[in-house]
């Protein structure tokens, strides 16, 4: 608690630097402070424990600094001790991140920790998410240099952020954009060639280098974009160097590590205007996890990007089982090299004045998605189903106080990641109505029903959400196994929002699963308790 009050003193503190330093005009602050604390209990109906202690708080400090071209910042993160559910590597409190950065008009360069992609960071990503618990920042130094907006390079050197420290893994990079349309000015029209390389380092152990294994792993991605009125091409084929997995069915003869070579395809194409919009992606994975530490077995232990293409849904039900891509494992039970597959979007928006759009239009929104394993490593051959989801929804603004969103999901995926041909079908219909009685009064109402035959049978869920704008929000939702277990996982709570500060304090039941952002998923164990959020920016 000591430090958490430091925290929040150091923030009211750079408030005040702050409107000292707009008022001179001589450079300025932001940032902000956030704050997530559970108290919990035991819970038999979920078969729900109390970490020690009963209590879990994660918090963040973030100061920026601005000044012409000048900008500087620090983080502090502070885990006492973390929630549930997050990386054990999330510990105590800690300056985590810190930089420095000079950024001309066509130069930038900055020296500590930062943030990177090349691509569409299939290859290699930083970013940080709070809600996964991943922060994998760069400790080092990168280098910008853009030329008429023709070439684009970048060059990067740093060692990726594990836990609360930066680990002995060490990252080099460059990136390459050539825009082929601004050198020959072709109007309406975006082409660009693109290619990176990077190269990773990671001590090994005597041991491992005389098994075969080897400290450098060197990939490299080549990539097409182009855009021309309304229309998109992206192409991407990746190479990411040689991968070393322990051989489960070693027994002292033979290779102990199986020598492996990453490799990823994206072909994404489509059309967006006139109120249409025809997304089409189409991806194969094979052997595509790239870790910062080999042996950790955290789940943000992640050095690129590599999200489930499909539709991320926020409603209760349509969460239970979501989906996260494949890429790659060997086990006892069966190896999978990774994923084939892809989705297609449709988006409509049906113009007012219409049979069909009426009075004030509608939208209307289609997906297919289905992913497989790969039959045959180093093929295009489709295995064993991984997951489908085929999706319709329907927005509606009927009045100028009523509007309605109508959804309908059904979903198939296997309980054995791939290892079988047994799968598991699930029926899911949405009901999201909202009413806005004025300017500042406003309900919400959520009504689900999920039809299953397989794992716990059927769910119902409802939720109900009250909000006087622009301050106070009130919510109330349960989320019910009908079908097996008849258990309730009820969760309330109430939010007040003034100038940049919201708090808010609730109460609930959590089932165990997933928790998913960006299509990045991490598990979670099941919990019940109070918590309070509090978050305030500058």
Not at 43 to 70: C, E, I, M, Q, W
Not at 156 to 171: A, D, I, N
């Amino acid at each position: 608690m000591k430090r958490i009050i430091i925290c929040i003193s150091v923030f009211f503190l750079s408030v005040v630097l702050t409107s000292r330093a707009e008022n001179r005009n001589d450079g300025y602050v932001t940032g902000g402070f956030e704050t997530n604390t559970n108290l919990y209990h035991d819970d038999a109906r979920t078969s729900a424990t109390v970490p020690d202690g009963k209590f879990g708080s994660n918090n963040y400090l973030k100061l920026d600094y601005y000044n012409r071209k000048f900008s500087a910042g620090v983080q502090m993160e502070a885990y006492a001790p973390a929630l549930v559910g997050y990386s054990s590597d999330l510990k105590g409190a800690s300056l985590t991140n810190y930089y420095v950065n000079w950024d001309d008009d066509d130069f930038s360069i900055t020296a500590g920790t930062f943030y990177e992609q090349f691509g569409s960071g299939l290859l290699f990503r930083t970013w940080e998410d709070r809600a996964l618990g991943l922060n994998n920042s760069l400790m080092g130094a990168r280098v910008k240099y853009s030329y008429n907006d023709i070439v684009n390079v970048k060059a990067l050197w740093g060692m990726p952020r594990f836990g609360m420290k930066f680990s002995q893994t060490q990252v080099k990079g460059a990136d390459l954009s050539f825009v082929i349309s601004n050198l020959i000015n072709i109007d309406n029209t975006y082409i660009a060639l693109e290619g990176s390389v990077l190269d990773r380092y990671e001590a090994l152990d005597a041991d491992r280098v005389a098994d075969g294994c080897r400290p450098n792993t060197t990939g490299w991605s080549a990539r097409l974009n182009a855009e021309s009125h309304g229309f998109f091409l992206k192409g991407e084929y990746v190479d990411a160097g040689e991968k070393y997995y322990y051989n489960t069915s070693y027994s002292g003869a033979g290779e102990m590590y199986l020598r492996k070579r990453g490799n990823a395809q994206l072909v994404e194409t489509g059309y967006n205007g006139h109120g249409l919009g025809v997304n089409l992606s189409l991806r194969r994975l094979e052997w595509m996890d790239s870790k910062v530490v080999t042996d950790a077995s955290s789940n943000v232990n992640m050095l690129n990007y590599v999200p489930a293409l499909c539709t991320q849904y926020t409603y209760m039900l349509t969460t239970l089982h979501p989906y996260g891509a494949r890429t790659g494992e060997v086990s006892s039970r069966f190896t999978n090299s990774g994923e084939i597959g892809g989705q297609i979007d449709v988006f409509y928006n049906v113009k007012r004045g219409t049979w069909l759009g009426g009075k004030r239009g509608m939208r209307l929104h289609a997906n297919f998605s289905t992913y497989h394993t790969i039959k045959e490593e180093g093929t295009f051959r489709p295995g064993n189903l991984l997951f489908r989801d085929i999706s319709v929804d329907v927005e509606k603004q009927w009045t100028r106080k009523f509007k309605s969103t109508l959804l309908w999901s059904y979903q198939e995926f296997t309980p054995s990641y791939g290892a079988s041909r047994t799968t598991w079908l699930s029926n899911i219909m949405v009901a999201d109505l909202l009413y806005k009685f004025n300017s500042s009064f406003a309900t919400r109402m959520e009504l689900q029903y999920l039809v299953t035959y397989e794992d716990q049978k059927d769910w119902m869920a409802a939720l109900v959400e009250v909000s006087f704008a622009p301050r106070w929000s009130i919510f109330a939702s349960d989320m019910w196994n009908h079908g097996m277990t008849k258990v309730h996982y009820y969760n309330g709570g109430i939010s007040y929002t003034k100038s940049r500060t919201r708090l808010s304090v609730g109460y609930g039941r959590y089932k165990a699963g997933y928790i998913c952002s960006g299509g990045v998923c991490r598990q979670i164990p099941a919990y019940t308790g109070a918590n309070v959020s509090l978050v305030m920016t500058l």
